[in-house]
């Protein structure tokens, strides 16, 4: 008896929403913002309506234990994003947690179901008028069915064209010369989008003209960088043009007339159509330079989608560096420090589905995918790191094409065990800057930025000129990381498996296993005390290391040692080394192999002058302890790239290494 009252009394404290050592809120749809919302028959409608009373409690004084808002099953639409301030911070105490109701999966969505009756128009679209948009006060370019992006009509519908000729210089280029019969004056011109690809990232664009008999295409604004003719000329696609809807799960938007068109993939899916309404769903909106942080707050469980985009009327012009950073992202931390994001799923979104900036926040477990830009965006600022940990991002990078799994706007921070894959552009990118021009911590780039343990394959689907991983800046660790299938679009630059950029300093790529990539290391343009150690790469399509100079400067005490470097293509280059200034200060220690045996037969180094076969290397005084042998992987057909215990590889004293709780195996 004594234990069943117990354990009523237990119970009876968790649905009331007390504990001794806790205050519990809950959410539910099926709620009332008039409710007290501290029992779980009595919910809240709203998180800000949860957000407003723990506010309340603080400015009462009555809040003194940590807080868990229990948010209910079922969908939240949303009319505006949830902001919170600092005022909305926990402390280290106490804690607040929005998280979801055990077993439960709520929706936190910015787009709402579309609305209409449908009629046939032809074939077998279907189309409906939408009153808000027809009065001007909806607009969308993503449309959803089931949770699935839908494509909006282009031309072409497979692959791109190619531009005819450049025209114009920077700023103001704004046009090109088209191939006869690729465009034509579709119906409103204006609304129509040009996608152009440049080498790394992408132009989005809106037509003004199209005169098709010079074949002249000109947008509202600036292409934002210069294009190229000839063998290597831009490609693009057209957007949002009713002429090119000839394709089931194709739809076009006349924001005009109201009118949706659609052809359904299957029968039945017109009702499960949605399409976002907001730009952002959720911010916490910090202060650094006032010191005015948003602190403790921790969310878990979640699922958020359905976020849009809005484009200015001159379009989106390519940016200066890889990444395509279009704000707002539809979750942004602004000036947050110690905030968790765990165990949540971000979809349907338009631009990156994550930004966070501050110290010391956990980004932890989540899953991330369809999102129009890339995955995560961090910046570190101040001595405690965040930390992205875990994360399953992937299929990103359908809007803007130069999306990346996960961007470092500012060389801090720990980035592991995340697994990244069929992203458009790089998997993870440390910027050349800040995206925002404001200066770096200096603390930051004393902290080290640590990326290790990840898994990155099949990312560069439609862009090149990236990397599995791209690294810009100064005490980087790369270590451990299992990369893969890194090829890259057309002719343009190769898909590497690591790269590290202009004036990239005091780092070290150890332990990393790369394979099937088109090349597999890139050393470009000044870079200064770094060490490539203990990694293997594996099958490349054009070359293992490139190393390139193109400013006429000079790496400084670049090293690779104890490598292994096993290639099976025989038209492959073991060193691309643009000239003396382009070479390692030491190459030592390594493992060279080629099955066929081509290494010492055919010419594999390119770029340096006198130098083209391996003897030469050796007589230029590189890798005097190294071997040319089978390095005896355990089963290479199977991408088993353990050693066998008489591997010759031991004998230059390489070290195995472990990759078998990379990624998220290793949770």
């Known amino acids: 008896m004594i234990v069943v009252i117990i354990l009523f009394l237990l119970s009876s404290s968790f649905l009331s929403g007390t504990r001794a050592n806790e205050i519990f809120l809950y959410v539910s749809p099926e709620g009332s913002d008039s409710s007290a919302g501290e029992s779980i028959g009595e919910p809240f409608a709203t998180i800000q309506k949860a957000r407003d009373a723990i506010r309340q409690m603080k400015k009462e004084g009555t809040l003194k234990k940590p807080v868990t808002v229990y948010i209910r099953d079922g969908l939240y639409e949303l009319s505006e994003p949830i902001i919170f301030t600092p005022e909305d911070s926990g402390t280290e105490s106490c804690p607040i947690t929005y998280t979801a109701y055990k077993d439960e999966n709520p929706v936190i ?17 279907k189309v409906c008028t939408i009153d808000e948009v027809k009065k001007a006060k909806w607009n969308f370019r993503q449309l959803f069915a089931d949770g699935n992006r839908q494509t909006r009509a282009r031309i072409p519908n497979e692959d791109y064209f190619k531009i005819e000729k450049a025209m114009g210089e920077l700023p103001e280029n704004n046009s090109f010369e088209f191939k006869e019969g690729d465009c034509k004056t579709w119906e409103n011109l204006e609304d129509v989008e040009a996608v152009i690809f440049h080498s790394s990232n992408i132009s989005r664009l809106f037509l003004s003209e199209l005169n098709e008999k010079e074949r002249i295409i000109t947008f509202s604004g600036s292409i934002g960088k210069k294009l190229v003719s000839g063998r290597h000329r831009n490609h693009y696609y057209i957007e949002n043009v009713l002429e090119g809807l000839d394709r089931k799960g194709e739809w076009y938007l006349d924001r005009h007339t109201g009118k949706l068109y659609y052809w359904p993939v299957e029968a039945g899916q017109i009702s499960q159509l949605r399409a976002p309404v907001l730009h952002q769903l959720v911010r916490l909106k910090g202060n650094i330079a006032e010191n005015r942080y948003v602190q403790y707050l921790n969310f878990t469980g979640l699922t958020f989608s359905d976020a849009g985009y809005l484009l200015p009327e001159e379009g989106f012009p390519t940016l200066p560096d890889i990444g395509d950073i279009y704000r707002p992202s539809a979750i942004t931390f602004e000036g947050t420090r110690f905030c968790t994001f765990k165990n949540n799923s971000i979809s349907n979104v338009g631009t990156y589905a994550l930004e966070v900036t501050g110290e010391g926040n956990h980004i932890i477990g989540n ?82 930025l640590i990326i290790e343990s990840n898994e990155i394959r099949n990312v560069m689907e439609i862009m090149n000129d990236g990397a599995g991983i791209f690294a810009h800046g100064s005490n980087i660790l790369i270590r451990g990381n299992v990369i893969y299938n890194i090829h890259s679009y057309g002719r343009g630059a190769p898909g590497w498996g690591i790269a590290l950029g202009c004036d990239t300093e005091n780092t070290r790529v150890e332990n990393n296993l790369v394979y099937r990539t088109r090349e597999g290391l890139y050393i470009w343009d000044g870079n200064k005390d770094n060490t490539i150690e203990n990694n293997i790469f594996v099958d490349t399509e054009l070359a293992l290391v490139h190393s390139n100079n193109p400013k006429d400067r000079n790496h400084e005490n670049v090293r690779l040692i104890r490598n292994i470097f096993y290639y099976s293509n025989i038209g492959a280059d073991l060193f691309k080394v643009y000239g003396e200034r382009s070479a390692p200060a030491e190459s030592d220690y390594n493992i060279f192999w080629n099955p066929s045996g081509c290494i010492w037969t055919n010419p594999v180094i390119w770029g340096m002058k006198g130098v ?56």
């Open 367 to 448: 899953e991330i995918y369809d999102a129009g830009g890339g995955g995560i965006i961090s910046r570190s600022f101040g001595k405690e790191r965040n930390e992205i940990c875990y994360n399953h991002i992937h299929n990103c990078g359908q809007v803007f094409h130069g999306g990346v799994g996960i961007y470092i706007d500012d060389e801090g921070g720990l980035i592991s065990h995340n697994l990244i894959h069929n992203v458009s552009q790089s998997g993870v990118y440390i910027g050349k800057g800040t995206t925002d021009n404001k200066e770096m911590q200096k603390n930051n780039r004393e902290q080290e």
């Open 109 to 125: 969505s910015g787009g709402r179901k579309i609305a209409g009756t449908w009629k046939d128009y032809k074939d077998e679209i």
């Open 612 to 667: 083209a076969y391996f003897e030469d290397w050796l007589k230029k005084g590189f890798d005097k302890h190294s071997t040319v042998k089978d390095p005896l992987f355990v089963d290479k057909n199977n991408d088993d790239y353990s050693l066998k215990p008489n591997s010759p590889a031991f004998n230059v004293g390489f070290k195995p290494f472990d990759v078998l709780k990379v990624g998220l195996r290793g949770k």
